[in-house]
């Protein structure tokens, strides 16, 4: 989808079609969403603690990270660019930052420790921004990094993470190609093991791109995601920044 920039609350403003304009009094409704008239927000490409978990209240640090956001928000007039169709739930996800400024939301809601990098869009320039940020904020234990609830796990010891969305770190064991979709085995029982999978669709176009996941064996990886329990904690792979290459033997 082609992008549409527009300023919100600003004099001058470029609305897409059937779009009321301008938008006034944008408030946070997590850490990476936010709504201003009647329209709801999310911010591509990050993830803040939810309001809801699959067991208990919601997640640690989602009241902090939502009133982070409200604190960006107050007073401001923000660029808004769109990023793909809207989400399921007619929510637009953008990129946004405030007028005068040069980064954008997601940087510094990453770079205080509110949200995580959670790959999603073709910006891969700005994504690969905001792992360079998450990595500082991570090494100094700023915000939800101070907790143990948002650790990195080791990939012996996924199963921990499963039912939320983790960074995973381990050296690959085994690469396999089984029907149509190819897995990285972290460990030596693929059904108890930690694993990370990808369609051949993926697998195609990152291979395209000059990455083949099949080069990987022997490598010590950084994997981000929701993980599942399916034979054993797994993370499915849907886009490319999902991995990351930390060494190679």
Same mark, same amino acid.
């Given at each position: #989808?082609?992008? !549409?920039?527009? $300023?919100?609350?600003?004099?001058?403003? #470029?609305?897409?079609?059937?779009?009321?304009?301008?938008?006034?009094?944008?408030? @946070? =409704?997590?850490?990476? !969403?936010?709504?201003?008239?009647?329209?709801?927000?999310?911010?591509?490409?990050?993830?803040?603690?939810?309001?809801?978990?699959?067991?208990?209240?919601?997640?640690?640090?989602?009241?902090?990270?939502?009133?982070?956001?409200?604190?960006?928000?107050?007073?401001?007039?923000?660029?808004?660019?769109?990023?793909?169709?809207?989400?399921?739930?007619? *929510?637009?996800? &953008?990129?946004?930052?405030?007028?005068?400024?040069?980064?954008?939301?997601?940087?510094?809601? &990453?770079? #205080?420790?509110?949200? +995580?990098?959670?790959?999603?869009?073709?910006?891969?320039?700005?994504?690969?921004?905001?792992?360079? &940020?998450?990595?500082?904020?991570?090494?100094?234990?700023?915000?939800?990094?101070?907790?143990?609830?948002?650790?990195?796990?080791?990939?012996?010891?996924?199963?921990? @993470? =499963? %039912?939320?969305?983790?960074? $995973?770190? %381990?050296?690959? !064991?085994?690469?396999? /190609?089984? /029907?149509?979709?190819?897995? $990285?085995?972290?460990?030596?029982?693929?059904?108890?093991?930690?694993?990370?999978?990808?369609?051949?669709?993926?697998?195609?176009?990152?291979? %395209?791109?000059?990455?083949?996941?099949?080069?990987? *064996?022997?490598? +010590?990886?950084?994997?981000?995601?929701?993980?599942?329990?399916?034979?054993?904690?797994? $993370?499915?792979?849907?886009?490319?920044?999902?991995?990351?290459?930390?060494?190679?033997?």
């Amino acid at each position: #989808m082609r992008r !549409r920039a527009f $300023i919100i609350g600003a004099a001058a403003v #470029m609305t897409p079609p059937a779009y009321a304009a301008p938008l006034n009094g944008a408030a @946070a =409704i997590s850490g990476d !969403r936010f709504v201003a008239d009647r329209q709801e927000f999310h911010l591509a490409d990050i993830l803040a603690p939810s309001a809801y978990a699959l067991a208990g209240d919601g997640e640690p640090y989602f009241d902090t990270a939502k009133r982070s956001l409200d604190r960006l928000l107050t007073n401001a007039s923000l660029t808004i660019t769109d990023f793909g169709p809207l989400t399921r739930w007619g *929510a637009r996800v &953008v990129t946004a930052k405030r007028v005068g400024e040069a980064l954008t939301l997601q940087h510094q809601l &990453v770079a #205080m420790g509110a949200a +995580r990098v959670a790959p999603q869009s073709e910006n891969l320039a700005l994504i690969d921004q905001l792992l360079v &940020v998450e990595q500082a904020a991570r090494a100094a234990r700023k915000g939800l990094w101070a907790l143990p609830a948002y650790r990195v796990f080791d990939a012996n010891k996924a199963g921990r @993470a =499963i %039912g939320g969305f983790h960074l $995973i770190e %381990g050296e690959v !064991r085994r690469i396999a /190609k089984v /029907k149509s979709r190819f897995y $990285i085995n972290f460990g030596t029982d693929y059904k108890t093991d930690f694993t990370a999978s990808a369609g051949s669709r993926g697998y195609r176009k990152w291979a %395209g791109q000059g990455f083949d996941l099949t080069s990987l *064996a022997d490598a +010590r990886l950084r994997i981000r995601g929701f993980v599942e329990a399916i034979n054993g904690p797994s $993370i499915e792979l849907s886009h490319r920044r999902q991995l990351e290459v930390l060494a190679r033997k």
